[in-house]
């Protein structure tokens, strides 16, 4: 082995003693843990798509378009939520 693959093999071994040792001390992270984790990610998309429906539909309701705003909004809402819950999970991705 050369001194460059040598520091890679001890750094691999250092992140997987280190996520070994978080992992011992969050026991208590189980399956009810992912499924809110899941449920907060479905939430974080939801609400804003709802929103963005609701927005939308007050829209269509006050002004004669040909456009469909209740769609934009929805799509809006959509794409916002995706994008919090894109944040919020890279964030707790690291945080690991």
Do not use: H, Q
Request: charged fraction near 30%; proline fraction near 1%.
């Amino acid at each position: 082995m050369n001194e460059r693959n040598e520091e890679n093999f001890e750094e691999a071994v250092g992140r997987k003693a280190a996520r070994r040792m978080r992992a011992r001390r969050e026991k208590d992270r189980g399956v009810w843990f992912g499924l809110g984790m899941f449920g907060l990610v479905g939430w974080t998309v939801a609400i804003p798509a709802l929103a963005g429906l609701a927005v939308g539909l007050w829209i269509d309701a006050r002004i004669t378009s040909r456009y469909a705003w209740s769609l934009m909004g929805l799509l809006l809402g959509v794409v916002i939520g995706c994008f919090g819950a894109w944040r919020w999970v890279k964030r707790e991705s690291r945080r690991e």
